[in-house]
Every structure is written in structure tokens, then in C-alpha cells.
């Protein structure tokens, strides 16, 4: 979703390794406005998402907005650097290079040629979260998977 400065993260899912042992992170996070101060077109393109996307609302969440810079710093692992963190898509990369402030090396899986998560199989075991059990093809935790599967090819 967008406010009117950008990118708003409402989900957030990390799969820390690749492994048995990997750790899973995933967040629903509160706006960090009301949707009535966004401009109406901003509104608009955030339903448009809601109903034919992710069937994430602005006003959904649990985790004050404010806490996400600190929450990827706790999640993500600092025993070692630097890290590499995968996002997919430039608009993610740009926002989590500028707010991790490069802490991490933040790398663009299209860059990668990773294919959309609609063209890659749904993982196996189907491990999405309460929002999306109905639409797990739409969950970033789902996609995190899927991704992870794709670099293991
Ligand atoms: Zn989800």
C-alpha cells in the first residue's frame, strides 16, 4: 500500500535460512495514518489493492508502525556481516536499502531473473498466515518460500 510519501509495509514475512532450522518472521502491521488523511486517489489505488490483491485494508494490523525499523533489526541475523537480505521488486529494495541504512546488502530478486510468484510452484508444505488462508498465493510468506525454493534450483 502507499501513503503520500510511498511504499506503506502492511505485511511483512522473513524467512531467516534456508534450511529446517530457518527462523520465520511475520508481521500485520497498524497504518501509520488515518486512511482519511491520504489523498483520495491514494485511497483509491489502496482499495483497488485490497480488493483485487491482498485483501489487506489500510485500517488492518496489530504492530504500531513505528516499531518496523526495529523489528527488521531484530529479526533479521547480526552475528555476521555483511548480511544479504532478497526482496523482490525495486520499489521493496530502494525502501529496505534506505531504511536499514546499509546494514545489509539488500538484493533485488528480479535482478536475479527470478520469475513472479504466480509463474513459481506453491511450496510444500503451504505455510501462510491467518489473513491469507483462503488466499495464500497472495501472502508474502507464501512468496518468501517460493522464492527461497527458486534460488535452491
Ligand atoms: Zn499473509
Redesign the pocket.
Known amino acids: 500500500m502507499r501513503d503520500s510519501n510511498g511504499l506503506v509495509v502492511k505485511?511483512l514475512?522473513i524467512v531467516n535460512g534456508d534450511n529446517d532450522k530457518s527462523s520465520v518472521g511475520?508481521f500485520?502491521f497498524c497504518p501509520p495514518c488515518a486512511g482519511s488523511q491520504l489523498p483520495l486517489s491514494v485511497r483509491k489505488t489502496n482499495y483497488w489493492v485490497t480488493c483485487n490483491l491482498?485483501a489487506?485494508s489500510w485500517e488492518d494490523g496489530y504492530v504500531q508502525y513505528s516499531r518496523l525499523k526495529q523489528i527488521l533489526l531484530d529479526v533479521l541475523p547480526n552475528n555476521f556481516f555483511p548480511f544479504a537480505v532478497y526482496v523482490k521488486g525495486r520499489e521493496k529494495c530502494d525502501f529496505l536499502s534506505k531504511l536499514l541504512q546499509g546494514a545489509y546488502t539488500v538484493s533485488d530478486l528480479d535482478t536475479l531473473s527470478c520469475p513472479k510468484s504466480s509463474d513459481l510452484p506453491l511450496p510444500s508444505p503451504l505455510r501462510?498466515?491467518?489473513?491469507?488462508k483462503a488466499i495464500?498465493d497472495?501472502?508474502?510468506?507464501?512468496k518468501c518460500y517460493q522464492y527461497i525454493n527458486w534460488m535452491q534450483e
Not at 501462510?128 to 491469507?132: E, L, R
Not at 497472495?138 to 507464501?142: A, F, S, W
Open positions: 505485511e514475512a511475520n500485520h491482498h489487506i501462510s498466515c491467518h489473513v491469507h495464500p497472495q501472502c508474502p510468506l507464501v
